[in-house]
């Protein structure tokens, strides 16, 4: 998100060279061990590195390129491209909370997960 006001002032065109570009990237830096972890957010990885949410802009931001693409071609009116509204009052209640929903799903799954590796080993 903190590359959008650059992302966003590029052409379409220009964007998908980048987002094809930074998706040929991704293998060959996945390649790279570096002895640092300085190079993490680039995609390059030392040895030994362990992470359970580790998302770096390689191969990420093509992923994330594509939806700036997106927005340019589709929505730039911000008018939906589909009819239907999802006014429901689950739909509501679950995105008023979806925060407090997320920070307690974290422990509950972590914690069923440790005692499943407790139980079967």
Avoid at 60 to 70: N, T
Avoid at 88 to 112: C, D, E, M
Wanted: hydrophobic share 50%; aromatic share 16%.
């Amino acid at each position: 998100m903190l590359l959008y006001p650059l992302l966003s002032k590029l052409n379409v065109w220009l964007l998908a060279v980048i987002a094809v570009a930074v998706s040929f990237l991704a293998k060959p830096l996945g390649r790279i061990d570096a002895g640092t972890g300085l190079l993490l957010p680039l995609g390059i990885q030392y040895d030994g590195f362990i992470s359970v949410d580790y998302y770096p802009l390689v191969p990420y931001l093509a992923a994330y390129i594509a939806g700036i693409i997106a927005y340019k071609i589709y929505y730039y009116r911000k008018q939906s491209l589909f009819s239907f509204s999802l006014e429901h009052k689950f739909i509501t209640a679950i995105s008023r909370n979806s925060l407090w929903i997320y920070l307690l799903h974290q422990p509950v799954l972590l914690g069923a997960v440790m005692l499943y590796r407790q139980l079967t080993s």
